[in-house]
């Protein structure tokens, strides 16, 4: 399994992004794909995720009410749209693969074990 994220870019506050997170393996045998973000100097903190076979999406208070995260399996790609974009939603986002099915919101981030390069969002004010 190789993720890719990518779709960033620089916004005006109140903006919206795509985001896309390609899975480019020959076999795609996860279960759920989570989106995290980063910025220098803290600790990488969760998005949201999906369990890709079934669409149910969980968001993490960062993003609730202004994302949405979905698949389309043909393409073995999740994405992350994010609107009303803020100067502190500023980050390198990234995406990863676990192997759990959740009922109740996204697994721990112990629990994702493939990752793929991060891709930058910078909200300008």
């Known amino acids: 399994v190789q993720l890719q994220a990518s779709g960033g870019g620089l916004v005006q506050t109140g903006g919206s992004l795509r985001l896309s997170c390609e899975d480019s393996?020959?076999?795609?045998?996860?279960?759920?794909i989570g989106w995290f973000r980063q910025v220098p100097g803290k600790e990488r903190e969760g998005v949201g995720c999906i369990n890709v076979h079934d669409g149910t999406a969980y968001y993490e208070d960062l993003a609730k009410g202004r994302s949405i995260i979905s698949r389309d399996n043909a393409k073995n790609t999740v994405y992350l749209r994010m609107n009303s974009l803020k100067p502190e939603d500023t980050a390198v986002y990234s995406c990863?693969?676990?192997?759990?099915?959740?009922?109740?919101?996204?697994?721990?981030?112990?629990?994702?074990?493939?990752w793929g390069q991060g891709t930058q969002v910078t909200v300008s004010s």
């Open positions: 990863a693969s676990t192997m759990v099915y959740t009922t109740y919101g996204c697994p721990p981030i112990s629990e994702y074990d493939t």
């Open positions: 393996g020959f076999v795609a045998n996860y279960r759920g």
